[in-house]
């Protein structure tokens, strides 16, 4: 495999950051949804207690990562668009 171009490399890098994001929009969509589910049915306080634990644990990783992504947005952005010096006037 050939060794990637500055402006593939970033584009690669961006869009690794894109399919982080989609996977962190499904994983809140599913603890949403365990939050629906879990107020439709009969629990117990407790259970309820351990839901919303749970989900907040899950909230607390997920705000991390999209801290490190906007790092890693923020690196990649800030990348130039070639290798090639660019002249002065």
């Known amino acids: ?3 990637p171009t ?3 490399a970033k584009a690669e890098l961006l869009h690794s950051i894109a399919l982080e ?3 962190i929009a499904h994983i ?3 603890e949403g949804e365990k939050i629906q589910k879990a107020l439709t049915c009969e629990h117990k ?3 309820l207690i351990a ?3 749970s989900v907040a644990s899950v909230l607390r990783l997920l705000i991390k990562k999209e801290m490190i992504l906007q790092f890693k947005l923020e690196s990649t952005l800030t990348l130039p668009n070639s290798t090639h010096p660019h002249p002065h006037p």
């Open 6 to 8: 500055l402006p593939e």
């Open 1 to 3: 495999m050939p060794i």
């Open 21 to 23: 994001e989609v996977a």
């Open 45 to 47: 306080l407790d259970d």
């Open 28 to 30: 809140l969509n599913a």
């Open 51 to 53: 839901i919303d634990a």
